[in-house]
C-alpha cells in the first residue's frame, strides 16, 4: 500500500510559477514509479508528467513540455512538479499517483494509488 499527499496548489496568474509536491508513505519510494495528472471540470483524467524509481527517465504531455518539470528526491519519499509560464487552460486538479514496478507507464488506469489532489487555478 502506497499513501500519497499532494500540497502545494493555488491561484497563480497567468505566467506564474507554482511547485507541487507529493509525499509518499507506505513502501520504499526507490520501488515505485510516479505520475502527476490532472484533471479540468468535465474532463478526463490525463497524463501530465511521469517519472522513473530512479528519476533517470521522464515523460511530459506534449501541452507541458518546456514549462513543466517532474523530480524526485527519494531520500525525501517526495515527488516534485515544477510549474513555469502557467496558462489559465491550465487549470485543474492536480494528482500524484504511483504504482509498483520498473516500466514507466503513462495512463491513469496503469497507476494504482491516488492522492487526494490539489487545485490549481487561474488567478485573474
Known amino acids: 500500500q502506497v499513501h500519497l499527499v499532494e500540497s502545494g496548489g493555488g491561484l497563480v496568474q497567468a505566467g506564474g510559477s507554482l511547485r507541487l509536491s507529493c509525499a509518499a508513505s507506505?513502501?520504499?519510494?526507490?520501488?515505485?514509479?510516479m505520475g502527476w495528472f490532472r484533471q479540468a471540470p468535465g474532463a478526463e483524467r490525463e497524463s501530465v508528467a511521469n517519472?522513473?524509481?530512479?528519476?533517470?527517465?521522464?515523460y511530459y504531455a506534449d501541452f507541458v513540455k518546456g514549462r513543466f518539470t517532474i523530480s524526485r528526491d527519494n531520500a525525501k519519499n517526495t515527488v516534485y512538479l515544477q510549474m513555469e509560464a502557467l496558462k489559465p487552460e491550465d487549470t485543474a486538479v492536480y494528482y500524484c499517483?504511483?504504482?509498483?514496478?520498473?516500466?514507466?507507464?503513462?495512463?491513469?488506469?496503469?497507476?494504482?494509488?491516488w492522492g487526494q489532489g490539489t487545485q490549481y487555478s487561474y488567478s485573474v
Open positions: 499517483a504511483a504504482r509498483t514496478g520498473a516500466v514507466v507507464y503513462i495512463s491513469p488506469g496503469d497507476y494504482n494509488y
Open positions: 507506505g513502501r520504499a519510494f526507490s520501488t515505485i514509479t
Open positions: 517519472i522513473s524509481r530512479s528519476g533517470g527517465t521522464t
